[in-house]
């Protein structure tokens, strides 16, 4: 494994706090980045903000999270909000700051646009400038559609050119001044504008250079999840293909079993696990680690009962929380496991790109244009490495209707515990054919979530609005 710089990053991003400007970065009259080792050492962010998928509270595993004494608080809060999916309230009031949207802008900020600003002027060599600034222009392609997703309605072709958008940083904004806020269908313009640029300059790597790195088969893949969002099927299709032509490696879930301490039982139980940048899956990486999450029966029965995961999350496996005294920790009588795999390290790309998001975009391109049998293809190809082996049997679904459910099935049980969750479920929902309801019960309550709830629109932070006044918010 190619190691990441990641303490240097950490410093140079720590300069860049205090300039005026992205661009403005040669304090006391120094050009910090003036090599393009400078570019490549900037671009070793290691993405500290995305260990946790903050979104999965409103779709899917809750967090760390005491629901009992939430339910509960007198003096509600966001959490609260996002998770009994409380439509009245102000949830713009109760967000001061916000665990989303300040990483997200400044992995642009402090990563993307100073090596877009520089790599023409970098000492060194042209090529490998080329190749940062290829780079940086895919990364921010990535994170402003991670952001117009959280915080703006869904893409829909027929109200893109008025809903409102996010901002969308350049490399020559000023953090001194107000930045626009962008329709979304102009945030998406943005978008392709960056990933075309980034190909035009033929200078990435099949690869990154380590699981934290672009290459080219995570510039397609974004160039996919935008053609996905904005419903161009066929350019999807095409993205996705391409790709998968640098990798298609699937990762079988039966060879990813291991021992799982826990105190007090012998034999250690069988714990599933996907040890930090072990997959070959990854096209890009942001070190999302799952631990420490309730996952509500709703969502687990969008599992294959006799899927890997299922059967071997430690959720499922009734194993007390280590110091919880016989009562749960997230104050749900019965439910006495988390997630949480003792002294291993598990993770998920939560705010990356994998393999078989390509391999889902492909089938549902194919769906998309009523190709049913390729499309199932497609979706057998990756559940006979998610289920167990000696279980495994082709799904019955032929119908186009069976089919999206499978894939959704597939979807949901890949990306439980990243941004992708909610930001499928919430592009489906512009869709008559695909909208559903989400349902989840708490404590002897059950909740829905529609598919027209504001609550699929995060609020900017008060720390934004406050200095943006432009920035409205989208629900």
Known sequence: ??????????ILAGFLTSCEKFTEIEPKGRNLLSSVNDLDLLLNDPFPGFTVPRTA????????????????????TFNYAIIFWDERADRAALRPSCNIYEPI??????TCNPVIARADLARGDKQLANRYKAEAYVLRAWFHYLAVNIFAKAYNPATAATDGGVPYLLETDALSEPSKKYTVAEVYELITNDLNNAFKLNALLNEGINPQRVGKSFAYAVQARVNLSMRRFDQALIAARSSLAINSQLDNHNNMLID??????????????????????????TLTFATLTWFPPELLAQFDRNS????????????????????????????????????????????????????LAEAECLLRSNDLPAAKEKLETIR????????????????????????????????????????????????????????????G??????PQSPLWNFPFPQNATSFNPGLTQNY
């Open 1 to 10: 494994m190619k190691n990441t710089i990641f303490t240097i990053a950490i």
């Open 57 to 76: 509270n409103l779709t899917s595993g809750i967090y760390n999270t005491n629901l009992a004494l939430l339910k509960n608080e007198t003096v509600r």
């Open 105 to 110: 802008y400044s992995v642009i900020g402090k």
């Open 260 to 285: 799982y301490p826990v105190a007090g039982i012998s034999p250690s139980p069988k714990g599933w696990a996907r040890p930090r940048f072990s997959s070959k899956e990854d096209l890009f990486n």
């Open 308 to 359: 890997v995961l299922y059967n071997y999350m430690p959720t499922q496996m009734n194993i007390p929380f280590a110091g919880d005294a016989g009562n749960s920790f997230f104050g749900m009588p019965g439910q006495k496991a988390v997630w949480t795999l003792g002294s291993t390290v598990s993770e998920v790309s939560g705010a990356g790109l994998t393999s078989v998001d390509m391999r």
């Open 384 to 443: 006979k490495m998610r289920i167990i082996t000696s279980r495994y049997a082709a799904s019955s679904a032929t119908t186009r209707t069976e089919l999206f459910a499978l894939l959704k099935q597939l979807s949901r049980s890949e990306n439980f515990i990243t941004f992708k969750d909610m930001i499928d479920l919430k592009r489906w929902n512009t869709e008559p054919e695909f909208a559903a309801n989400l349902q989840r019960t708490i404590l």
């Open 445 to 450: 309550t059950t909740y829905t979530l529609t």
